[in-house]
């Protein structure tokens, strides 16, 4: 009984560091614990990783806090639970909570250039591939479960909260998403450490989420996140600008100018493909459209997530008001980029 009582604390513990850490915390913790010494080094090099980072931001926040006061922390972790179960769902990892701002991302398997093992490589290609479209889907299903959450009905009848916002019934998110690489490790001292990712390319996410609002899309995401994703994704997204942003290269040790192109992810939200919700329904879970009510997906699963984008009432209900518009835009916006202003 001694035993399982141990067990269990030890399981507690292990839980309780894991979501209060995330993702980077538990290795750094765990890398620590596995040295044997019992004594704690933050003096090691840290680890180049390649990963897609995903910025959430919750626009309006101070007027929330101002508001609610007391209620707040009940309305925010509201929002963060369906940040976190629509991210983990779609295998990326919540890292930090930073007031407004979380942090998601998916950690990408390493390539190596001099393998000669080509069926390998091409199965972590695809792992790629698939991590790329899970982010796109983890933002998209983030912003619907928001959309239909009923939990913050209460908060938005509130008459204070009527006054501040008018007619706005539910939190508005935006997100940046972009790829690149990063380092990892600990930062600090034996009095306080922070697991960190420490990257320029994390600072371009934050950057596209910051430009949500220039160009009044929720979804905006880099071409080179978007070069990775499979055709049913990239069908989905439409080229917005290319703009000239500092991109490092060679590890950092020099910076240039590059252009480089930006997506977004349209959505109308006349979406009437989703009216109910299937029973059993799990937060950020496929919801297929009801001509698939047949369909067994688990036939689809094995070839990897791209069927969302032809199943999902969600994904599909978003844009079924906006095809007919595509092509035109495209067609100007070459135009565009060409300088054929007139």
Known sequence: MRTRELQKTIFRIGNLLQMSYGQLGAIIIRDQVSSGDGNLDIMIPGQKINAIFMICKINQFV????????????????????????????????????????????????????SKDAERNEFLQEQRTEMADQSLIAAIKII?????????????????????????????LTFGLHLG?????????DNKIDACYLSPHLQIAQRLEELSRVYEMQIILSEPLYNYMSLKARNTLRKIDVILMNIFVNEGLQNQLEPMGIYTFDMSFDNEEVSTLPEEHQVGDLIKLT?????NIENFKNKGVDYMFTLDGDIVGLQQHIMEFNPIFRQAFKCYISGEWM
């Open 181 to 189: 690489w990063s380092v990892q490790g600990a930062i600090g001292s």
């Open 63 to 114: 007027d929330y806090t101002d508001v609610l006061k007391t209620n707040f922390t009940d309305f925010l972790n509201k929002i963060t639970l369906i940040v976190h179960q629509c991210a983990f769902r779609w295998g990326g990892w919540a890292n930090k909570t930073e007031g407004d701002r979380y942090l998601i991302t998916w950690k990408l398997p390493e390539i190596e250039a001099s």
């Open 144 to 172: 619907s479960e928001v959309r239909r959450a009923n939990q913050f009905n209460a908060y938005f009848k509130k008459q204070q909260m009527v006054q501040r916002f008018g007619t706005l019934t539910r939190p508005y």
């Open 291 to 295: 001509k698939y009510e047949n369909i």
